[in-house]
Every structure is written in structure tokens, then in C-alpha cells.
């Protein structure tokens, strides 16, 4: 059983875990949806899926802001003739000891992060309802959902939302054959570890790269995750074997949290 003919919406998918989910999809049979703030990258992801042989369409959207997630559902429904698949994987981190936190840095990450998910599961379930469909919502919380990270408060606070807006939205939309999960990565080298382990260099000391290595070294599998490790769990989320599988926030960490 495939996803082939599917059409599935990623938001931060110009580059990292997104950009990784869009192409998995693709190949899955997926035709392909690229939101982000970044539109030269969204423009070359969506080469890349069409070399694939599948449709994509590129829309800038950024998802804190509720209409422009909306418009982004709309977009793809116009442009690709559906929607069935929706991946809130747009996220950012920030980098500070809990007693540094100003009030400016948590509004920020919490609108990315937990408002950006709260309205793409809102605008998928109801774009899903109106085409009288099922439909799968897959969300990205992390590791830092599981247990709070130091230097990384906010942000994990904000992946633990993430699992009760996965949890509570998979229980409300459960009528509608809507299933909504989250993936948790651990330590995946994108961008965001690069801006991570220069934070925490700035703050510690630490020379850039150590901070990354260090917990690369806590993995028990040996070695860092990619996106496309991340991209294989979202692919079981977004096709038909999952189908019983709904609330649930599931880890790919190559062994660093057990649950
Ligand atoms: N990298 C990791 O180790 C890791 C681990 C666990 C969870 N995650 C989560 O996975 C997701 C992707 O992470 P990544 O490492 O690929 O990050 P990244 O920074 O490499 O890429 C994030 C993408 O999201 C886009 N984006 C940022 N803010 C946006 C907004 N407001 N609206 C739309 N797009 C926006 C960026 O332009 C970028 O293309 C995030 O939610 C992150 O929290 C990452």
C-alpha cells in the first residue's frame, strides 16, 4: 500500500527535516505542497520533486500567522486538486539558560511553534471535512517534547505543546477519520544543530562543534540522524499502515530517549 496519487502539504520544507519529508513524499508518490518563509529554497526543493516526476507547488507562508496557513490549504487544494496529508514541520529553537528567557523570545517561539501547528492541524482538519475525506496530520515535536533539555527550556516547552495538541486533536477529529501523530528526531545536522552549537559556544565556551559532538556521542546507534531518517518515520505516519496509529508522538533518536 502506497501513498502514490496523494497529495500532502509540508510547511518549513525549503531546507533540514522538511525539505526531507517533501522529497520521501515524492518518491512515496506524493505530489507535493512546499511551504516556507524561504522562497529561493522552496523553489529548488520543488525542482527537486518534479526530476522525481511528481507535481509540487511552492507557497510562501509563514506559519505563525493563522490566514496565511490557511491560504497555503487553499493554494495547494487549487494547484494540486487536494489535500490529504499535512506535515507541521516549520519550527525554530533558541538557545538559552532559563533565567536569560525575555518575554520577546518566548512570544516568538511559541507563535512558530505551537501556534504554527495549532493552525495547520486546524486548516487541514477542516479542508479535509469540507472535501469529505480522511486525512492524515503529522506534526513535528522532538526528543525536547519528552524531556525538557537545558539551555533549551522554551523550546522543548513548546515541543511538549506540540504532543497535547497532537493528543487532544486526535481525539476530536477521530469521527472524521482524521489522524493526527507527531514525529520526535533527536540530534539531526541541519541548520538548526549549526545554530544551536554556536549559541551554545557563545554561552559556555565550548569551541563550535564540541557541543554537537557531545551529544552525537550520547546516541546509542553511533552516529548523528539525517533527514531522511527522520523523512522514513513520517512516510509510515503519512500511508496506510499507520491508519490505527492516532495521538501518538513518536520518537526516531537512534537511542537517546526511552519511552
Ligand atoms: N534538527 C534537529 O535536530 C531537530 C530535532 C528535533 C525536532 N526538530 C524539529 O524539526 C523541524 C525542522 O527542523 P530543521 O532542523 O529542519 O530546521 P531548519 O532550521 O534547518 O529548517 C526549518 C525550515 O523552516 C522554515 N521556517 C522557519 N520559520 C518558519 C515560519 N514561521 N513559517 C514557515 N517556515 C518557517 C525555515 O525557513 C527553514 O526552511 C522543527 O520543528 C524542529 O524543531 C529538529
Redesign the pocket.
Known sequence: MTIKGKVALV??????????IALRLAKDGADIAV????TD??AEVAAEIEELGRKATTFK?????RA?VYAAVEHTEKTLGGLDIMVN?????QVDPIADVTPEDVELIL???IQ?VLWGIQAAAAKFKSLGHKGKIIN??????HDGFEMLGV?SA??FAVRALTQASAKEYANDGITVNA???????????V??DKRFSELTGAPIGETYEKYVGGIALGRA?T?DD?AALVSYLAGPDSDYITGQAIIT?GGIVYR
Not at 507562508?61 to 500567522?65: K, N
Not at 514525529?183 to 544543530?193: F, H, K, L, N, S
Open positions: 510547511t518549513g520544507a525549503g531546507q533540514g527535516i522538511g525539505r526531507g511551504v516556507d518563509i524561504n529554497k522552496m507562508a509563514d506559519v505563525s500567522a496565511e514541520n516549520a519550527g525554530i529553537a507563535k512558530i511553534n504554527g513535528a515535536s522532538s526528543i525536547a517534547g523550546y513548546t515541543k514525529y520526535c528526531p533527536g540530534i539531526v545536522g541541519t541548520d538548526m544543530w545554530e544551536i540522524q533527514p527522520v533518536d
